[in-house]
T-cell receptor, first 113, second 115 residues
Framework: LAKTTQPISMDSYEGQEVNITCSHN???????ITWYQQFPSQGPRFIIQ???TKVTNEVASLFIPADRKSSTLSLPRVSLSDTAVYYC??????????????FGAGTRLAVHP | DSGVTQTPKHLITATGQRVTLRCSPR?????VYWYQQSLDQGLQFLIQ???????AKGNILERFSAQQFPDLHSELNLSSLELGDSALYFC??????????????FGPGTRLTVT
């Protein structure tokens, strides 16, 4: 079964770069790794996804090494509004056919002035 | 606003009862996913439907069932409710059939309290 590990919490200051790593063993070899952001009392919101190497969009970058055993979400120059919980999402390869989805436990990021 | 609607927003019921949660996906999305979020368990994937058919199953209890109707809305039925079923239940939708390959749009959730 796939298993994920994320730091429980992180602290940062406005304007800094934040890197959040998710370790994931035994994930589906043919599928993406995705990250979501969640604010209190709201549903998660898609940030970025990738399969391998590096992906960048207007809000974040995602680094995935060749062995795909981890992924790192990079948030450049965070602001107070980036205070949220961040989740990695992977697929379990052992369900057969279509894959069981597994969210990480979440990393609570607090950005300070 | 994600375009995904869930009703009701809040539900309070007693142990042993049965409830139905409803989800309408974004226009054009064929997949519906159900998740349970509790303080001690995080976001747990329950089940996915794609165009009316069950596509993937997660940690869904036998007391829970779901279906997706021809108009693509979905219902999650929870029966013989226990105190531990109290949680926030999210529905999400996506255009495609793989939950990590396609962006999922989450609804606002239904908060279920079992007393």
């Amino acid at each position: 079964l796939a298993k994920t590990t994320q730091p429980i919490s992180m602290d940062s200051y406005e304007g800094q770069e934040v890197n959040i790593t998710c370790s994931h063993n035994n994930i589906a070899t043919n599928d993406y790794i995705t990250w979501y952001q969640q604010f209190p009392s709201q549903g998660p919101r898609f940030i970025i996804q990738g399969y391998k190497t590096k992906v960048t969009n207007e809000v974040a970058s995602l680094f995935i090494p060749a062995d795909r055993k981890s992924s790192t979400l990079s948030l450049p120059r965070v602001s107070l509004s980036d205070t949220a919980v961040y989740y990695c999402l992977v697929a379990d390869p052992f369900w057969g056919g279509y894959n069981k989805l597994i969210f990480g436990a979440g990393t609570r990021l607090a950005v300070h002035p | 606003d994600s375009g995904v609607t869930q009703t009701p927003k809040h539900l309070i019921t007693a142990t042993g009862q049965r409830v139905t949660l409803r989800c309408s996906p974004r226009s054009g999305d064929l997949s519906v996913y159900w998740y349970q979020q509790s303080l001690d368990q995080g976001l747990q994937f329950l089940i996915q439907y794609y165009n009316g058919e069950e596509r993937a199953k997660g940690n869904i209890l036998e007391r829970f069932s779901a279906q997706q109707f021809p108009d693509l809305h979905s219902e999650l039925n929870l029966s013989s409710l226990e105190l531990g079923d109290s949680a926030l239940y999210f529905c999400a939708s996506s255009v495609g059939d793989r939950g990590v390959a396609y962006e999922q749009y989450f609804g606002p959730g239904t908060r279920l309290t079992v007393t």
